[in-house]
């Protein structure tokens, strides 16, 4: 009841009389000309609650607004004992976050991280399964759905709001949101349900900034103007905070919710799967490896070494290069194999499979002078003349 009396003098003229050059000087003349009996700090804070929370009064007088910049420039300390906790505690909402430590806000967008790391951090990995299309069905009901809330919630309140004429049908979701923001101290708050019917400005705020707005100015996360999956999600979360904090239909805005994570695991299951089936898919088209049977193997490593000891190289390690590909059973190495053994001369399947290798395996191996025994023939036609010689003895003319 103070509390009531006490704002209701501070908005009389009680101000304009008591303004004087500093904000201290001013609390101490209010609280001296103050007909009832509370403190100095009673009415500082009295009259920073009123300034703050009503903008039309502040905006009424510019004494008002002259004061409460003053209150702007030189924020209220607490005057009972308080706890300092030395560990820095995080407070996070939808799209949107501060650090708090040892009661110091910190403002990350002006933070300058040059002076505590050398380079920022990449963006954080984000999924984006659905299309332009799939996403404009998901938001568009949601949004009607906020919006079919908020005004089913100034009707069912028009009682509450004071001498004004109050025709909410042609009212869109953004006038209706900055009407309860800017009017919340007008409603009741058992008008007001679920975990944030204690601080519902919040609710709405964050609603406005990161949802409504930024579907109305085209501002979402990726250059293609989508959002995220996780963004889609926390969307929303936040419009059934909002539904049920302003007593709508909150069952059914439930099972639309609830159908939708059901279709984020059905995308991410069957991106899964496609990814599984894309492996496997290279995997078969992938030929594999050919395996020689052993006695080709031992062949071929035969033949390459007993040649290897014949040439020269003009570049070191160029011989065991080709000595392990031999090993590895390259297949290349094999081919060039199957095709100079073909050829019957020895000498000729030495210079063939050292002009092969140097072309397909970029080395510079020469031929020194291969000695390859040649295979004894037996000259048939001097046998044929010496029995013929014999005949011609026996058989003179």
């Known amino acids: ?23 201290k000087s001013t609390i101490n003349s209010l609280h001296s000309a103050c007909p009832l009996k509370v403190s100095r700090e009673n009415i500082s804070k009295s009259l920073r609650d009123i300034l703050h929370k009503d903008k039309f009064f502040r905006e009424k007088s510019e004494i008002h607004t002259r004061i409460f910049n003053w209150f702007e420039k030189n924020p209220s300390k607490p005057s009972k004992p308080y706890a300092v906790f030395k560990k820095r505690v995080y407070s996070s909402a939808f799209f949107g976050s501060k650090a708090i430590t040892n009661n110091y806000n910190i403002n990350t967008n002006n933070y300058n991280t040059e002076q505590n790391r050398e380079s920022s951090p990449p963006p954080v990995k984000q999924i984006f399964s659905f299309t332009d299309e799939e996403q404009g069905a998901i938001i568009e009901p949601l949004l009607n759905l906020v919006e079919k809330a908020l005004n089913e919630f100034l009707i069912n309140n028009e009682h509450m ?21 800017e009017n919340i ?17 919040e609710l709405f705020k964050n609603f406005k900034n990161n949802v409504r707005n930024k579907v109305a100015h085209g501002t979402l996360i990726d250059k293609k103007g989508r959002w995220s999956d996780h963004a889609l999600q926390n969307i929303t979360i936040l419009v059934c ?13 439930y099972a639309i ?34 395996r020689h049977d052993d006695s080709d193997f031992r062949e071929m490593t035969k033949f390459v070494r007993d040649i290897l000891k014949e040439v020269d190289e003009t570049k070191e390690g160029s011989k065991q290069k080709i000595m392990k590909l031999a090993l590895r059973e390259d297949d290349d190495l094999m ?11 020895k000498r000729e399947q030495s210079h063939e499979f050292i002009e092969f290798v140097n072309l397909a395996f970029n080395v510079n191996l020469k031929c020194i002078s291969i000695e390859v025994p040649e295979v004894k023939q037996v000259d048939i036609s001097k046998n044929y003349e010496q029995e013929d010689a014999k005949g011609c003895g026996e058989h003179p003319e």
């Open 161 to 181: 709001i004071p001498s004004i004429n109050a025709d909410f049908s042609n009212a869109d979701t953004l006038n209706m949101l900055n009407f309860v923001i």
């Open 241 to 253: 905070d909002v539904v049920t904090c302003l007593g709508g239909n909150y069952k059914g805005l």
């Open 185 to 201: 101290k007008i409603f009741d708050k058992s008008v007001f349900h679920g975990q944030h019917k204690s601080a519902p400005v």
């Open 1 to 23: 009841m103070g509390n009531s009396k006490l704002s209701k003098w501070l908005r009389s003229n009680a101000i304009k009389q008591n303004i004087r050059s500093t904000l």
């Open 257 to 290: 919710k609830e159908r939708f994570d059901n279709k984020i695991i059905q995308k991410w299951t069957d991106k899964t799967t496609s990814e599984v089936e894309n492996k496997n898919h290279e995997n078969q088209l992938q030929p594999p490896k050919r």
């Open 335 to 345: 081919q060039i194999w199957r095709a100079v053994k073909t050829t019957e001369c």
